[in-house]
């Protein structure tokens, strides 16, 4: 059977995903102590009609000895031969303290001596040893409900091949995709931004995509990372690797990066290779 486990900081998300996947026919149970996954998977893989395909929530109200035996609890499903995949949502702080805020829920970790703040970042070290061994981690910051569903529709539900590709763009003021696998930077490329009429669009606009073909550096940089990513995403397939984000970065996220994202999902997909994209500072998915 195939089990997907999610774990991550409360107001990431985890309730809205485990929904999206029960959706799509997995048997899905919420805030199960980590202790118990192989006994659950043990009955689920028992009787006349076992389960194809189970999700497990587990989050920081779990034993401490718990969180921290999971390595111990993995290697047990494995000898179980249960096929297992661990996903972690997560984000930022501002964007947690936001969100509890906005629906005045109480954090399960806070309490008179622990402010919010501290709860949040608290609960990220209990569940640091999980995140580790995350094959996907989600950073929900800028997903609203309907967008996490659907890229829990896409690339996890509904996947159809060995690894799941997305390729992101991002700005780099904003900081680092966390679930980026690997990083091109393009802010070497010539910049948009400096060109008023240009400024309010984004790479996928006709006047951006005119301005940045005009120069040869545009047209090196998009063949040297297909080629990389071409030459090695067969490695990562062949190396067990369930999911793979490639993040292409310029300043802001709106130029650069779109277009040189666009470009490279285009050409990969006339490859025959199957991918998602995310324009993280636009907020759209594709």
């Not at 920081?60 to 096929?83: G, T």
């Not at 062949?238 to 050409?267: F, K, W």
């Amino acid at each position: 059977m195939k089990l997907t486990i999610l774990s991550g900081r409360s107001g990431s998300g985890k309730t809205t995903a485990l929904q999206a996947l029960e959706d799509h026919g997995y048997y899905c149970v919420d805030n199960l102590p980590a202790g118990l996954l192989p006994t659950l998977t043990r009955q689920l893989c028992s009787g006349e009609n076992p389960i194809a395909k189970a999700a497990a929530g587990i989050d920081a109200r779990n034993l401490p000895e718990q969180l921290q035996a999971f390595d111990a609890i993995l290697a047990e499903l494995h000898q179980q031969q249960v096929q297992c995949e661990v996903i972690y949502l997560d984000a930022d702080d501002n964007t947690l303290l936001k969100r509890f805020s906005a629906t005045r829920r109480r954090h399960p970790l806070s309490n008179n001596d622990r402010s919010l703040a501290d709860a949040i970042k608290y609960e990220g070290t209990l569940l640091a040893n999980i995140r580790m061994r995350a094959d996907l981690v989600i950073d929900s910051s800028n997903h609203d409900v309907h967008a996490l569903r659907e890229l829990m529709r896409h690339r996890v539900a509904q996947r159809d091949t060995a690894l799941s590709l997305q390729l992101e763009s991002f700005g780099f003021k904003n900081g680092l995709p966390s679930d980026a696998d690997l990083v091109f930077d393009v802010r070497v490329l010539p910049n948009p931004h400096w060109q008023i009429e240009l400024r309010p669009l984004t790479g996928r606009d006709d006047g951006v995509i005119q301005y940045l073909q005009q120069h040869q550096a545009t047209h090196d940089m998009l063949s040297d990372i297909a080629r990389f990513v071409e030459h090695w995403l067969p490695a990562y397939r062949n190396n067990d690797r369930s999911y793979m984000t490639v993040a292409i970065g310029c300043t802001g996220g709106r130029h650069r990066s779109v277009y040189i994202t666009e470009q490279l999902a285009r050409h990969l997909r006339d490859k025959g290779i199957p991918l998602q994209v995310h324009h993280r500072e636009l907020k759209l998915n594709d």
